[in-house]
């Protein structure tokens, strides 16, 4: 029943993380006047001075991370002990902490500022290492698949979603008209990325 509940969980975690992390980019949208979610950072709906920062980030962000570290706790429980798989979810394990951190010093108002604040910078030199070590987690943990992806594509498709990755994150720049939207499809592959894996992963559990 333990190793049960351990696979079901597998999966359930990223899609609940996902799901509880665009109620709250949705919701959040709806009670900031004049927000746009093709132009704006997903941060300034958390920002300082913005109309609901704290419950954005402490009753979205936050827990939308939370459930990510519940997620990596369990793969390394489970996961083939190999250096490779460990580095890996350390990654993914670093992008749910910094993401934290993150939700926890909110950026200043709109994210654009002039001179920032301290919480605003400890925001940014949290968040942009936060979806490399995402990223970066997509590359290790499929070099090291052989052993217990049974799909042939798994690396392929790994490969394929982090150079999209990549080239969503170089193009994260505040001056981009359509930043948000970039900045949303990035999210989304990381996470696609994220249940990919715990699909994979749980398949190779369920035929041991």
Known sequence: MYGVNK?????TLP???LLWFTATIVIGGLFYPGY???SQFISELGATGSPHGNYVN???FMPTELFMLAFVLICFSVIPK?????SGLCFIGLYGVTLSVASFFPCDFECRPTTPSLSHNIHMLSAFPGYLSGIVSMFVISS???FWAKSKTFKIFSYGIGCLCIYAF?????KLAFVGSVQRSLDFMIYLWFIY?????RKFLSEK
């Open 144 to 146: 090291g698949s052989s």
């Open 170 to 174: 170089l193009n994260l720049d505040p």
């Open 36 to 38: 746009s979610h093709t």
């Open 15 to 17: 899609i609940l993380s």
């Open 58 to 60: 402490y009753i979205g």
């Open 7 to 11: 696979k079901n969980l597998l999966l």
């Open 82 to 86: 190999t250096k490779v798989n460990f």
């Open 197 to 201: 894996f715990a699909y994979h992963l």
